[in-house]
């Protein structure tokens, strides 16, 4: 059983989070509503997924998710209303998602999403890119999202772990790299039927019709032009795996 540690200042929100969690022993949770509270538990105990109040009595600016990530953990953040300035200054943090809780279904969408988090681990994405940084970059996002990744450079390398990793659901490729021939690819992979099932999102540089038709009549499932948002990459990438369905 995972453990989740959620934070929240408001008793009515506090409430609603220990009545959902209760009906659901999906996880070991522990509910408490400070900073200080969070800090002597994370001090203690490893916790796997988190929630937090983004506005605490005692932490009222955000800090809460400067000491999840001390911890490595990349909580679930709930805000009152959207704060474009708030989001640019945590701009580099690791965290999973902004949830706005105006109504009880939100929360019952963040323990949906929790229950996702924790089926995505069984869930593996290869990663074909040959910049580094680029590479890592990918990684670190799915990695918030508790992804299973794996990487490549190159065609006969990408190949090989598709080979070795039968488990795989998904192929990010870096469709303008110069040493990935990325048409090539998508070729070989929808040639081999045992295959048919594995997902392949493009990333390009630019919107080309004539390059991402090409792809997708080639056997490629999608596309996204960079230089994309966090958000919307994760929205193509469950777009392309096979997610858990919540009840």
């Given at each position: 059983?995972?453990?989740l540690l959620v934070v929240?200042?408001?008793?009515?929100?506090?409430?609603?989070?220990?009545?959902?969690?209760?009906?659901?022993?999906?996880?070991?949770?522990?509910?408490?509503?400070?900073?200080?509270?969070a800090s002597a538990l994370l001090?203690?105990?490893?916790?796997?997924?988190?929630?937090?109040?983004?506005?605490?009595?005692?932490?009222?600016?955000?800090?809460?998710?400067?000491?999840?990530?001390k911890y490595n953990i990349a909580p679930f953040v709930f805000t009152n209303k959207d704060?474009?300035?708030?989001?640019?200054?945590?701009?580099?943090?690791?965290?999973?998602?902004?949830?706005i809780r105006n109504k009880f279904n939100n929360i019952v969408n963040v323990?949906?999403?929790?229950k996702q988090l924790q089926a995505n681990k069984n869930i593996s994405v290869l990663i074909v890119s040959h910049?580094?940084?680029?590479?890592?970059?990918l990684k670190e996002n799915l990695n918030l999202h508790n992804f299973k990744v794996l990487s490549a450079w190159d065609n006969e390398e990408a190949l090989s772990k598709i080979q070795l990793h039968p488990e795989l659901s998904l192929v990010v490729l870096d469709q303008d790299?110069?040493?990935?021939?990325?048409?090539?690819?998508?070729?070989?992979?929808?040639?081999?039927?045992s295959l048919k099932n594995l997902k392949i999102l493009a990333l390009v540089d630019e919107s080309n019709a004539y390059a991402t038709s090409t792809l997708l009549n080639s056997g490629a499932d999608d596309f996204i032009v960079?230089?994309?948002?966090?958000?919307?990459?994760?929205?193509?990438?469950?777009?392309?795996?096979?997610t858990m369905q919540v009840d």
């Open positions: 059983m995972s453990k929240e200042g408001s008793t009515i929100v506090k409430g609603v989070f220990k009545e959902l969690l209760d009906k659901d022993p999906t996880f070991d949770y522990k509910l408490v509503g400070t900073y200080a509270e001090s203690k105990t490893r916790y796997e997924f988190a929630v937090v109040d983004r506005t605490l009595s005692d932490a009222p600016n955000g800090e809460i998710i400067a000491l999840f990530n704060d474009e300035d708030f989001f640019e200054s945590f701009q580099s943090a690791k965290i999973v998602e902004y949830m323990i949906q999403k929790l910049s580094k940084i680029y590479s890592r970059y790299e110069p040493y990935i021939d990325s048409l090539t690819l998508v070729q070989n992979i929808r040639a081999d039927k960079k230089q994309f948002s966090r958000s919307e990459f994760y929205v193509r990438v469950y777009q392309n795996v096979k």
